[in-house]
């Protein structure tokens, strides 16, 4: 297990973060269209539109093993690593299990709001639905902005936050 990290470490800055965000929707490209594929065989899936809610429901549980594996096991992710940020308690212990989870589980408060009125406003064109989705991400990241330590509320609420953790000089 990871060492203890100081309590007094640097909160990340939301650029940082937000940049970490983007880089692991590319890497995430990869583990779904690999995860995707691999529902579509065991299933023998004949037709995109065919079991659209279990291949949700596969994926919804590939991403947390591969958030929640990660966050207990280093406290980074790949993007995370490369953006020298780590996930810890509020304490500065590394997560476990529990709190992962719960902090996967929080983390789609990003996307409940724009999810919710994009159903409510009955959207269905891809250019309202990917604008909703920004919308929702823009204010989720102003929202981080009122917390004193910059920390977006999933973690707020499940006790955890991201610091910056710049590699040790040799």
Known sequence: MTALVDTNAAPAGLARRFAAFLYEGVLLFGVI???GFLYSVLTRQQHALEGRAGLGLFLFFVLGLYFVGFWTHSGQT??????????????GQPLAWGRALLRYLLSWLWFLPALVSVWALG????GAIVGSLVAGIAAYLLIARLHPQRQFLHDTIAGSRVITQLPQRS
């Open 33 to 35: 269209f690999f995860a």
């Open 123 to 126: 959207l269905h064109g891809g």
């Open 78 to 91: 790949l993007a995370m690593k490369t953006w020298h940020l780590r996930v810890v308690t509020a304490g």
